[in-house]
C-alpha cells in the first residue's frame, strides 16, 4: 500500500456505541492529522500529532479521542457522539509540523453517520 | 483574525478555461495551497504559491498576489475529470492550515 489509508470507509453508528477510526500512513512522515469535514463547511483541524506527540488540540469534544501509537498510525476513537457528529472524518500526513510548511497528503476519509 | 473566501459553486463548458479565485486575510503569510478533491475522495495536492505570480504546471495554473491577499487557480482546456471541489488554504502562524469552504466545479459538456 502507498499513501495515507483510512479504515473504515464508511460507519453508522448509534449514540451510545463506541468505534474508532484507523489512520496509517506509508510516507516515512512524522506528522499526523485528523479533520472533520461537514457539507460545504472548511475543514476543521480536530488534531494534530507530531512524532507521536500531540502538538496542538482544537477545543475538540472529548468524545473525541486521538492516538498515535507510533509516527505511522493514528486513531480517533468514538463515544456517546452526537448526530450534529455526522460528517467525513479526513487523516492527514507530513514531513514535520514544526519549523515551516509541509504539503499534507490526505487519505481517502471515513464517512461517518451517527443517528 | 484569518479568513479566506472563496465562491462556492463555479459552472463551466468542457473545453473552456475557468479561473477559481481566493481571497485571504492572514497575519502573517506562509504561502497558499490548492488543493483538488473529487467527492467522496481525498484532497490531493495541487499547488503551492509562497511569492507572487504565476505558476503553471500543465492545464493548471496558480497565481499569488501577497500585497492584494489573491490568489487564483485557472484551469485550462477543461475535462469532465476536473468535476470536483478546489481548495484554497493558507498556514496559520503555528504553519497550520486554515481552509475555505471550496468551490465546487461543475463541468457541462
Known amino acids: 500500500e502507498t499513501g495515507v489509508t483510512q479504515t473504515p470507509r464508511h460507519l453508522v453508528m448509534g449514540m451510545t456505541n463506541k468505534k474508532s477510526l484507523k489512520c496509517e500512513q506509508h510516507l516515512g512522515h512524522n506528522a499526523m492529522y485528523w479533520y472533520k469535514q461537514s457539507a460545504k463547511k472548511p475543514l476543521e483541524l480536530m488534531f494534530v500529532?507530531?512524532?507521536?506527540?500531540?502538538?496542538e488540540n482544537n477545543s475538540v469534544p472529548s468524545r473525541f479521542s486521538p492516538e498515535c501509537p507510533n509516527s505511522s498510525h493514528l486513531f480517533l476513537h468514538l463515544h456517546t457522539l452526537q448526530p450534529e457528529d455526522s460528517a467525513l472524518y479526513l487523516c492527514?500526513?507530513?514531513?514535520?509540523?514544526?519549523?515551516?510548511?509541509?504539503?499534507?497528503?490526505f487519505g481517502p476519509g471515513t464517512r461517518l453517520t451517527v443517528l | 483574525g484569518q479568513n479566506i473566501d472563496q465562491p462556492t459553486e463555479m459552472t463551466a463548458t468542457e473545453g473552456a478555461i475557468v479561473q477559481i479565485n481566493c481571497t485571504y486575510q492572514?497575519?502573517?503569510?506562509?504561502?497558499l495551497f490548492w488543493y483538488q478533491q473529487h467527492a467522496g475522495e481525498a484532497p490531493t495536492f495541487l499547488s503551492y504559491n509562497v511569492l507572487d505570480g504565476l505558476e503553471e504546471k500543465g492545464r493548471f495554473s496558480s497565481f499569488l498576489s501577497r500585497s492584494k491577499g489573491y490568489s487564483y487557480l485557472l484551469l485550462k482546456e477543461l475535462q469532465m475529470k476536473d468535476s470536483a471541489s478546489y481548495l484554497c488554504?493558507?498556514?496559520?502562524?503555528?504553519?497550520?492550515?486554515?481552509w475555505g469552504a471550496g468551490t465546487k466545479l461543475i463541468i457541462k459538456p
Open positions: 488554504a493558507v498556514p496559520d502562524s503555528n504553519y497550520q492550515l486554515i
Open positions: 492572514t497575519s502573517g503569510f506562509n504561502g
Open positions: 500529532y507530531s512524532l507521536e506527540e500531540r502538538v
Open positions: 492527514a500526513s507530513s514531513q514535520d509540523v514544526s519549523g515551516g510548511v509541509d504539503t499534507q497528503y
